[in-house]
């Protein structure tokens, strides 16, 4: 069966400004304010809450950045679980998409370095989870993306074929993950690292969700 994965972040939702807000709220806590712009650190965001933390203690020019991110992990993800779908949404045209991929007989499902344990409640909160035949998050099997493990269980779990399959994506991860898988790629150009896709080579670029459908028959055109 033909196969799409998505990875979820900046790819199916716009995560950043809850993502942002719940790292923003540690540095609150700590009585340093908010270092990080729910705009201009967008990009940022997609790259995970360490990424986030990191760059507030870089701008607040802390003395022991690597211990104080590893410290505030935890309070993140607390912070982040309680309010994880206040400023989330799907990106326009995702649920059309997904919808009609799955009436034209495609498996679907997500591989995200989210841990599976907060992508299944946004996922269900979104209204969105049973478009989805499966989900593997970072924490799902001992290895995360780009290792192409996860990947090839999403396609697995889905009832997909991994020779038939292809990953969407917004990020150099899961350029290297469907590298790494022999699968093709394609990158959004809709987020805010828009600009950086081209430089990745993905086997194609994808600007709006109307545009699914046929790039992904020409990638794995029905036999």
């Known amino acids: 069966m033909r196969t799409v994965i998505f990875d979820l972040d900046g790819t199916l939702a716009d995560t950043s400004g809850d993502l942002i807000a719940a790292a923003n709220a540690c540095f609150q806590a700590l009585g340093q304010g908010a270092p990080l712009d729910p705009v201009a650190d967008a990009?940022?965001?997609?790259?995970?809450?360490?990424?986030?933390l990191r760059l507030g203690f870089e701008r607040l020019g802390h003395d022991a950045v690597e211990e104080a991110v590893t410290a505030q992990f935890p309070l993140f993800l607390d912070h982040y679980a309680r309010d994880i779908d206040r400023r989330t949404r799907m990106y326009p045209g995702a649920v059309d998409a997904v919808t009609r991929l799955r009436a034209d007989g495609y498996a679907v499902g997500i591989c995200t370095n989210k841990p599976e344990g907060l992508a299944e409640p946004l996922l269900q909160r979104l209204g969105v989870r049973d478009l989805f035949q499966s989900l593997v998050g970072a924490d799902?099997?001992?290895?995360?993306?780009?290792?192409?493990?996860?990947?090839?269980?999403?396609?697995?779990?889905?009832?997909?074929?991994?020779?038939?399959?292809?990953?969407?994506?917004?990020?150099?991860?899961?350029?290297?993950?469907?590298?790494?898988?022999?699968?093709?790629?394609?990158?959004?150009?809709?987020?805010p690292a828009a600009d950086q896709m081209p430089g990745l080579e993905p086997e194609a670029l994808l600007p709006h969700y109307d545009d699914l459908a046929a790039l992904v028959e020409r990638l794995i055109p029905a036999v």
């Open 43 to 52: 990009a940022t965001a997609f790259l995970g809450g360490r990424a986030m």
């Open 140 to 191: 799902t099997l001992p290895v995360r993306k780009p290792d192409p493990a996860p990947y090839r269980a999403a396609v697995d779990r889905a009832g997909g074929n991994i020779a038939r399959s292809v990953l969407i994506g917004d990020s150099a991860t899961d350029r290297d993950t469907a590298r790494a898988a022999g699968v093709p790629c394609v990158l959004v150009t809709f987020g």
